[in-house]
């Protein structure tokens, strides 16, 4: 009969020591011990012919190995179960002890969810950055989207570049008379008042012709991570090879029917449609400021011991979510030459955060009986159903064969304990909103997660 006895390290850790009566074990060993007996092949012998002893010594390790794990496997789900603990990660085994003619024993680690009350969340102050969608916000986003149904055509007559020109260009930068290697490029295209050269480089291209070459100055930064060049002046040989010209559409209704958006024929539609699409997206990502918020909010308002299992598995979606935010096929942190244990250390703090106010979160939703029915389902499938043009029926099958329900009811779940949360807070307009309230470092580090998420 088994006998499990429990210590309880800290408020979520509980160390369990099961013991087996020797005649369990040995039944195990006997059992493995018949299955290498049948199938060894042995110098001298037949197989299934050597003697049972000598299998034995020979395969000690892989006994011992597999007659551990079959033990182990069986009798901890019975004792947690026996003892009503539910880990949030897999236990951890420690010490063992198994040899002939005694009892088998082992020790495995735990770790629980906190037990602790919901804090006060009602009336939580959550800042709101001020500004909103003004005429100048629908003509920048018109005119984006007539660049994008502009042609680009070489030019003919014989002229230097001038703002708005697109030049194909290369150069070649020299420190003094030697050639830089590592600043030869081209050639590339790029059009002049888009912000992707250095301004000092853009300043003195207007006036060149194709074909001609020019040696532009540059100054290095004395910053610069190679300290040999910080802080020096670079000649750049730059040979302009083609000049072309975007020519743009007229802002009219035909721009608006060439776009091809359903139910769109008129300039005065496409403005309607762009304000309409350019408020949601300003919604959405006040929501989601509000959201990042709550999580640096909720986790403040408690002290708790945080499971190491879920800040490690946080740590993990973390790192997992940064890898494909780069490209396509994602960020190979090894030819990067990251380090990956100081990325998980790096991003530590803020994935304990993170778990402390989803525990939070979890904590309100059952003491306001927060359940998700499936009318809730249902509306969600639809919703997405019109976002990623599948049916919801289609939806539907595939999170069944995935067994993503449960995670799909849990988020739904986060989300309307949230939106609790937030129709009870105090919203405050400010001029620009603090990084660390959102959880990040620096404010450039949002606009890059935005970046990243929106070239996904």
């Known amino acids: 009969m088994m006998n499990v006895t429990i210590e309880e390290i800290n408020s979520i850790k509980r160390k369990l020591t099961v013991e087996l009566p020797e005649e369990e074990a040995q039944k195990a060993r006997k059992k493995h011990l018949d299955i290498y007996a049948r199938q060894a092949r042995l110098k001298g012998f037949r197989p299934g012919k050597a003697p049972r002893d000598l299998v034995a010594r020979m395969y000690a390790e892989e006994l011992r190995r597999e007659v551990l794990e079959e033990l182990v496997n069986e009798t901890v789900p019975k004792a947690l179960e026996e003892h009503k603990l539910e880990p949030v990660g897999l236990p951890m085994l420690e010490d063992v002890t198994y040899e002939e003619n005694k009892p088998f024993t082992f020790t495995v680690m735990v770790e629980l969810k906190p037990q602790f009350a919901s804090p006060q969340w009602k009336g939580l102050e959550l800042q709101k950055q001020k500004g909103g969608v003004d005429d100048a916000a629908v003509e920048k986003k018109l005119e984006e989207l007539r660049f994008s149904l502009g042609?680009?055509?070489?030019?003919?007559?014989?002229?230097?570049?001038?703002?708005?020109?697109?030049?194909?260009?290369?150069?070649?930068?020299?420190?003094?008379?030697?050639?830089?290697?590592?600043?030869?490029?081209?050639?590339?295209?790029?059009?002049?008042?888009?912000?992707?050269?250095?301004?000092?480089?853009?300043?003195?291209?207007?006036g060149l012709k194709a074909g001609e070459v020019k040696d532009i100055e540059v100054q290095m930064p004395d910053d610069l991570e190679d300290k040999k060049m910080a802080g020096k002046k670079i000649v750049m040989k730059t040979t302009v090879h083609e000049i072309r010209k975007r020519e743009l559409p007229e802002l009219d209704d035909e721009l608006a029917k060439d776009l091809g958006i359903d139910g769109v024929e008129t300039l005065a539609a496409l403005k309607d449609k762009i304000r309409k699409d350019l408020t949601k997206e300003a919604s959405d990502r006040d929501d989601s400021r509000y959201n990042r918020q709550l999580t640096q909010i909720l986790a403040d308002l408690v002290t708790i011991d945080v499971p190491s299992a879920m800040v490690d598995r946080e740590?993990?979606?973390?790192?997992?979510?940064?890898?494909?935010?780069?490209?396509?096929?994602?960020?190979?942190?090894?030819?990067?030459?990251?380090?990956?244990?100081?990325?998980?250390?790096?991003?530590?703090?803020?994935?304990?955060?993170?778990?402390?106010?989803?525990?939070?979160?979890?904590?309100?939703?059952?003491?306001?009986?927060?359940?998700?029915?499936?009318?809730?389902?249902?509306?969600?499938?639809?919703?997405?159903?019109?976002?990623?043009?599948?049916?919801?029926?289609?939806?539907?099958?595939?999170?069944?064969?995935?067994?993503?329900?449960?995670?799909?009811?849990?988020?739904?779940?986060?989300?309307?304990?949230?939106?609790?949360?937030?129709?009870?807070?105090?919203?405050?307009?400010?001029?620009?909103?603090?990084?660390?309230?959102?959880?990040?470092?620096?404010?450039?580090?949002?606009?890059?997660?935005?970046?990243?998420?929106?070239?996904?």
């Open 151 to 206: 042609t680009v055509k070489k030019v003919e007559e014989d002229r230097a570049l001038e703002a708005g020109d697109l030049a194909n260009i290369s150069y070649q930068g020299y420190d003094g008379d030697k050639a830089l290697a590592d600043m030869k490029a081209g050639p590339f295209n790029v059009e002049l008042g888009r912000d992707r050269l250095t301004p000092e480089f853009e300043a003195a291209l207007p």
């Open 315 to 456: 740590v993990s979606s973390k790192i997992e979510n940064m890898r494909q935010n780069f490209g396509r096929n994602g960020m190979d942190f090894k030819k990067m030459g990251v380090d990956i244990s100081m990325l998980r250390n790096r991003f530590r703090p803020q994935a304990a955060k993170s778990v402390t106010a989803a525990l939070v979160l979890d904590q309100i939703a059952r003491e306001n009986n927060i359940t998700i029915s499936e009318e809730d389902i249902d509306r969600e499938l639809a919703e997405m159903s019109e976002e990623y043009g599948q049916t919801a029926e289609v939806l539907r099958e595939y999170y069944q064969s995935q067994n993503l329900m449960d995670n799909l009811r849990e988020g739904l779940k986060i989300g309307k304990t949230l939106d609790m949360i937030k129709a009870e807070a105090k919203i405050v307009e400010v001029e620009q909103l603090d990084p660390a309230k959102l959880g990040y470092e620096t404010a450039g580090e949002e606009a890059a997660e935005e970046t990243a998420q929106a070239d996904e």
